[in-house]
């Protein structure tokens, strides 16, 4: 943070007396003090000169833009993208709040900007996409995002029609047990929530996926020709316990406290092993956490046989034991998660954007959302403010060559030279 310095100097002589005065100490208090925000108009001349002896007219190069023929500057751009994406703001604010500041932009001019800026970063985006999938365990999950659809008919109540889309997040994130490469997050859009959009985006993917049990990912999970599966399946302990934990606040079932207490435990020996190499972890987990894995599936089945069979609480302990090999999963890879947060964590932004905004406008809008969240969030892992970062690549990706984008990725940024 900028500091400044206001000195509140006596003088040189004693009001009283007359007599001169010496320094004998000093007090001092501080504030915090917001300079406002300001837009600034930058006009570019490039004065055209003619050789006295040969008639040549020499000029200054135009300096490229973002975006082609567009008055937005990359800080500019930079600012809305992440007021919308990371911030939760609106276009329709942000309209209201440039206005003020003296520019009034059209709302449809902002959208077309968000556009904009997108495909010219286009390429980055591809690359941290590529990098996610090239890992061999990702962490997956979705969330619903209203779209207005101009072909769909109008539902009662809504002035247009809207359908639901789905914003997809996957998260590679080694740092739990050490691992070296970078920690990226890949988001895509989808009209709908059918099953053929993460089949998709997994096509070349080879490892484990940790995900809930959505049964559009049930079909990664199938052996293929050689009768064997690339995927491998693993489960949430976290998705698990919030089942446990809703019974628990709707009854208060000791049965459901109960495993609560036996997850919890589980919980206790993660937090001690986090960050730790992940041939560690795996000792730690096969000698303290498989006998308490192995006692919670015990009792469930115990409870199975006493209680109601069709209620809340027996659906939690059926879910479990149906998908206790993806449940188990961890005990025997160091480097696999106990749960699916991280991907949860990835798309708590785009629901709080989603509370605040009434729908995308397009499927191209979706796509914008996509691909925004994709370098925002990935700079986030990689500790950037990720309104410096994108203006950078804003100023630079056009005149940055081809062959050196890997040096704009997150992980390899470096701002440009002033």
Not at 61 to 67: D, K, Q, Y
Not at 170 to 193: C, E, L, N
Not at 242 to 262: C, M, N, P, Y
Request: aromatic share 6%.
């Amino acid at each position: 943070t900028p500091r400044e310095r206001v000195v509140l100097d006596p003088g040189d002589s004693c009001p009283d007396c007359g007599g001169p005065l010496r320094l004998v100490g000093e007090d001092s208090a501080e504030i915090l003090e917001l300079v406002a925000a300001k837009l600034k108009q930058i006009e570019t001349r490039r004065p055209k000169k003619a050789c006295r002896r040969c008639e040549t007219i020499h000029q200054h190069p135009a300096p490229t833009r973002p975006v082609e023929r567009g008055m937005a500057g990359p800080g500019l751009l930079a600012h809305i993208l992440v007021s919308k994406y990371d911030d939760h703001l609106p276009l329709y604010r942000q309209g209201e709040i440039l206005a003020r500041m003296g520019a009034d932009i059209p709302r449809s001019t902002l959208i077309d900007w968000c556009g904009q800026a997108a495909t010219v970063l286009s390429p980055l985006t591809e690359r941290i996409k590529a990098h996610v999938m090239a890992s061999d365990r990702l962490h997956a999950d979705d969330t619903p995002i209203r779209v207005l659809d101009p072909q769909g008919r109008k539902a009662k109540g809504r002035p247009r029609p809207i359908k639901e889309g789905r914003i997809w997040a996957y998260v590679r994130d080694d740092r739990p047990w050490g691992g070296a490469d970078p920690p990226g997050v890949a988001y895509y859009f989808s009209p709908d929530r059918k099953g053929a959009h993460p089949q998709r985006h997994l096509a070349a993917f080879e490892g484990i996926l940790q995900a809930d049990a959505y049964a559009g990912f049930r079909k990664l999970y199938e052996p293929g020709l050689d009768d064997a599966s690339t995927i491998r399946e693993a489960a949430c302990w976290a998705h698990l316990r919030r089942d446990f934990h809703d019974v628990w606040k709707a009854t208060g079932s000791e049965i459901a406290r109960e495993a609560l207490a036996r997850i919890g435990v589980l919980y206790d020996i993660e937090r001690a092993i986090n960050g730790q190499a992940a041939e560690a972890r795996r000792a730690v987990r096969q000698e303290k956490s498989a006998p308490v894995v192995e006692g919670f599936r015990a009792w469930c089945a115990h409870q199975l046989e006493r209680i109601p069979g069709k209620g809340d609480l027996a659906k939690a302990m059926r879910y479990a034991l149906r998908r206790w090999a993806a449940f188990t999963l961890f005990l025997d890879d160091g480097r696999v998660a106990i749960d699916n947060n991280p991907a949860e964590r990835a798309l708590r932004p785009v629901v709080l954007t989603r509370k605040n905004a009434l729908f995308a406008g397009s499927d191209a809008g979706g796509e914008t959302f996509a691909d925004a969240m994709t370098l925002i969030e990935t700079a986030k892992l990689a500790g950037l403010n990720p309104e410096a970062y994108l203006a950078d690549l804003l100023a630079r990706i056009n005149d940055h060559s081809n062959k050196r984008l890997d040096d704009l990725l997150p992980w390899n940024w470096q701002p440009a030279a002033a």
